[in-house]
């Protein structure tokens, strides 16, 4: 039995999310499938976050189990064969027994896409958020710096949530202007439920002028959702990329 690492890409466009649901397609359930023809075994894949309906990726991590014999780095192209153009297998490797796509992460790096434009685009209504009122950056900016650190984020969880310890640690939080695009870009330890969307919805209502500066240090400090924005819609975000250990990135600088 041998242990392959997988990551995959997607647009989540018309899916319910990452993972298998009984009344909806999830991506999961489309590379099990993929899987499952190509090594004739039934498939049980474990991906590392279970991405919302509608949310994108191009670093999710899975892994699966298999007595097949194809070499490890062959998967990925055989996969893809199989699989509908908007789900890519873009990396396929053989690893330890121990590794676990979810519980071996140590980190995870998020996007999420802002299109200010007067008219939503054509080719960016899939991958943006498209708000029609002018972003302060300087003010957003200064907001996302609030999240650096540890923190107890309980109140940056959508409602639902059952999640008992919601202490997790910030790396990164930076927001960069290309004309009217914003993109906001997010590093930590692990995020809650919509975490990231929260954030992304309360940094527009301070760039917009719709909500006072200081949103994200009113919530760390009452645990109130109240206290932040929307929850910004699923189609702007992109998980980029799962880190490991010996990967490289902003958590792993002393």
Not at 3 to 21: F, H, S
Not at 87 to 102: G, Q
Not at 213 to 221: E, V
């Amino acid at each position: 039995m041998r242990r392959i690492r997988l990551t995959v890409e997607y647009d989540g466009t018309d899916y319910a999310g990452w993972q298998r649901q009984e009344n909806a397609l999830a991506v999961q359930e489309v590379v099990e499938r993929a899987l499952a023809r190509l090594t004739g075994e039934k498939a049980a894949l474990t991906g590392a976050s279970r991405t919302d309906a509608g949310v994108h990726a191009l670093g999710q991590t899975a892994h699966f189990d298999t007595m097949s014999r194809i070499p490890a780095e062959k998967f990925s192209y055989a996969l893809n064969t199989l699989l509908p153009g908007d789900v890519r297998i873009s990396d396929s490797r053989e690893v330890s027994p121990d590794f676990h796509a979810r519980f071996s992460a140590r980190g995870k790096r998020y996007r999420y896409q802002i299109d200010s434009a007067p008219h939503a685009g054509a080719l960016t209504r899939k991958t943006h958020w498209h708000v029609i009122y002018p972003l302060d950056l300087a003010l957003m900016r200064e907001e996302a710096q609030t999240l650096l650190g540890r923190h107890d984020f309980r109140a940056f969880a959508a409602s639902g949530s059952t999640v008992k310890d919601a202490v997790r640690e910030i790396h990164r939080a930076e927001i960069l202007q290309y004309g009217r695009e914003f993109v906001f870009w997010v590093e930590g330890t692990g995020f809650l439920y919509n975490m990231v969307r929260i954030l992304a919805g309360t940094l527009v209502g301070v760039g917009s002028g719709k909500m006072a500066p200081g949103a994200f240090a009113r919530a760390l400090q009452t645990g109130d959702r109240l206290c932040l924005g929307v929850t910004a819609p699923a189609h702007g975000l992109t998980l980029m990329q799962v880190y490991y250990d010996g990967d490289e990135w902003s958590g792993s600088k002393p």
